[in-house]
């Protein structure tokens, strides 16, 4: 049974920065993303990364500001949020998958595990 833990949400001004992380057990996934929801809007692809290769993909709306990487010395999955905007206030939840993704990789649908979420609130 995979278990995906996040860590690392919170409460900060716009212009702050948080850093997500979020660790997977249980099998060899080769795929991982982090996905967020809004009360009311439908979940979006935030940033994704093919683990093999290290292929990163972002949403326009976080080019530039988020960085999705691989901590390998704690084996987790990581979201740096810079420049964080009011608009970025959501649910964030962690998503991998056994296999590679590619210009689909903000379908939901691509992934076979999701974690619990953890909120992140900007405040104007």
């Known amino acids: 049974q995979v278990q995906l833990v996040e860590s690392g949400g919170g409460s900060v001004q716009a212009g702050g920065s948080l850093r997500l992380s979020c660790a997977a057990s249980?099998?060899?996934?080769?795929?991982m993303a982090w996905f967020r929801q809004a009360p009311g809007k439908e979940r979006e692809g935030v940033a994704a990364?093919?683990?093999?290769?290290?292929?990163?993909y972002y949403a326009d709306s976080v080019k530039g500001r988020f960085t999705i990487s691989q901590n390998n010395a704690r084996n987790t999955l990581d979201l740096q949020m810079n420049s964080l905007k009011p608009d970025d206030t959501a649910m964030y939840y962690c998503?991998?998958?056994?296999?590679?993704?590619?210009?689909?990789?903000?379908?939901?649908?691509?992934?076979?595990?999701w974690g619990q979420g953890t909120q992140v609130t900007v405040s104007s």
């Open positions: 998503a991998c998958g056994r296999r590679d993704i590619g210009w689909y990789w903000n379908r939901p649908g691509k992934y076979d595990s």
């Open positions: 249980g099998y060899t996934y080769r795929s």
């Open positions: 990364i093919n683990i093999g290769v290290g292929y990163t």
